[in-house]
């Protein structure tokens, strides 16, 4: 019997899932940008007006990384773990694309994944065999679980 996941917390999750990251990094850089423009007064008196837009695009992107993190939650508490291999992998600045494949009851599915390409996730370009955390609900849908445990070297031992 394949092994049950333990569900990754939310850092790990922003550092390893592309959806999950943009939705934190989107309102951070809109504040940042605010109060450097507010703090050193180069908005003029007129940049108090945009604190509404940055609150509203906070909240939006705040929701979609709350929703995106019930989606992965819910995914890893039904996942288990099984043995992969990376087809290809490609990045381009901070997005990554990781194409692999795995078996799972009998069948063989590919899978293509986006990441968050940062340090914490860049050392997957040098594995060939991975971790694959799938959906025994939906066996298509899975995710490369070296990422979300933060261990290049999380592999099950009898591989």
């Given at each position: 019997m394949p092994e049950k996941l333990p569900i990754p917390g939310l850092w790990?999750?922003?550092e390893a899932d592309y959806p999950a990251w943009l939705g934190f990094v989107i309102p951070t850089a809109a504040w940042v940008f605010f109060l450097f423009l507010w703090l050193t007064k180069i908005g003029g008196p007129e940049i108090v007006r945009m604190a509404g837009p940055v609150s509203l695009l906070t909240a939006i992107c705040l929701t979609w990384l709350a929703i995106?993190?019930?989606?992965?939650?819910?995914?890893?508490?039904?996942?288990?773990?099984?043995?992969?291999?990376?087809?290809?992998?490609?990045?381009?600045?901070?997005?990554?694309?990781?194409?692999?494949?795995?078996?799972?009851?009998?069948?063989?599915?590919?899978?293509?994944?986006?990441?968050?390409?940062?340090t914490r996730t860049l050392f997957i370009d040098k594995l060939t065999e991975i971790s694959v955390a799938v959906d025994t609900r939906n066996p298509r849908s899975a995710l490369v679980w070296n990422l979300y445990s933060g261990k290049p070297e999380d592999r099950d031992e009898e591989e």
């Open positions: 790990k999750v922003i995106r993190y019930a989606i992965l939650r819910a995914h890893f508490s039904r996942a288990v773990k099984v043995p992969g291999k990376i087809v290809r992998y490609l990045h381009l600045q901070d997005l990554g694309r990781v194409i692999y494949t795995y078996v799972y009851n009998g069948q063989e599915y590919r899978v293509t994944n986006y990441i968050h390409a940062s």
